[in-house]
T-cell receptor, first 112, second 114 residues
Framework: RKEVEQDPGPFNVPEGATVAFNCTYS??????FFWYRQDCRKEPKLLMS???SGNEDGRFTAQLNRASQYISLLIRDSKLSDSATYLC?????????????FGTGTQLKVEL | DAGITQSPRHKVTETGTPVTLRCHQT?????MYWYRQDPGHGLRLIHY???????DKGEVSDGYSVSRSKTEDFLLTLESATSSQTSVYFC?????????????FGSGTRLTVV
């Protein structure tokens, strides 16, 4: 079983739609959680951290359910520029190094 | 924001030759990491460093070595390149503490071993 699992997609949605991505993680000791965005042939970039209470940044909302080991990302009013791969990322705070474990990503295509 | 740079950006090399990739940061961050990204596998940690001369292995470290003689530079060496090491290599940096700090990635090095 992969440590971080995501539906690879692609999710093809019309502009203006709301889309949700889900992610599950296996290590119950994981301490920090993130969503990264990666454009084609580019490096991953931090989209947002995910807090236990849930958090929102403009059109993006992230949720964490520690009991179910589940993370979600909601994108409202999708834009063409949202087309990218979204990576679910988990930090193992044990030991040293702040090591991140990445999901394989969910591809989003926003269409006219 | 060019706080982290990788070189070279692209490289084609022959099987059995040594290859060194360089990561340079200007942020004075303590932690540096090397990842490889392959289709179907996502990003996988090769090695990381938590200070000068302090390094440790990640999940896919076989065939790779690293060195960090200065805070700003983290080198990844493929001692004898193999075709299975054809990949995109990303370097990343992070601040030392804080549970909400993510990573900043370099632009990547596309390595092809023929």
């Amino acid at each position: 079983r992969k440590e971080v699992e995501q539906d690879p997609g692609p999710f093809n949605v019309p502009e203006g739609a709301t889309v949700a991505f889900n992610c599950t993680y296996s290590n119950s000791a994981s301490q920090s959680f993130f969503w990264y965005r990666q454009d084609c042939r580019k490096e991953p970039k931090l989209l947002m951290s995910v807090y236990s209470s849930g958090n929102e940044d403009g059109r993006f909302t992230a949720q964490l359910n520690r009991a179910s080991q589940y993370i979600s990302l909601l994108i409202r009013d999708s834009k063409l520029s949202d087309s990218a791969t979204y990576l679910c990322v988990v930090m193992d705070g044990t030991g040293g190094g702040n090591k991140l474990t990445f999901g394989t990503g969910t591809q989003l295509k926003v269409e006219l | 924001d060019a706080g982290i740079t990788q070189s070279p950006r692209h490289k084609v090399t022959e099987t059995g030759t040594p290859v060194t990739l360089r990561c340079h940061q200007t942020e004075n961050h303590r932690y540096m990491y090397w990842y490889r990204q392959d289709p179907g596998h996502g990003l996988r940690l090769i090695h990381y460093s938590y200070g000068v001369k302090d390094t440790d292995k990640g999940e896919v470290s076989d065939g790779y070595s690293v060195s960090r003689s200065k805070t700003e530079d983290f080198l990844l060496t493929l001692e004898s390149a193999t075709s299975s090491q054809t990949s995109v290599y990303f370097c990343a940096i992070s601040e030392s503490t804080g549970s909400n700090y993510g990573y900043t990635f370099g632009s990547g090095t596309r390595l092809t071993v023929v």
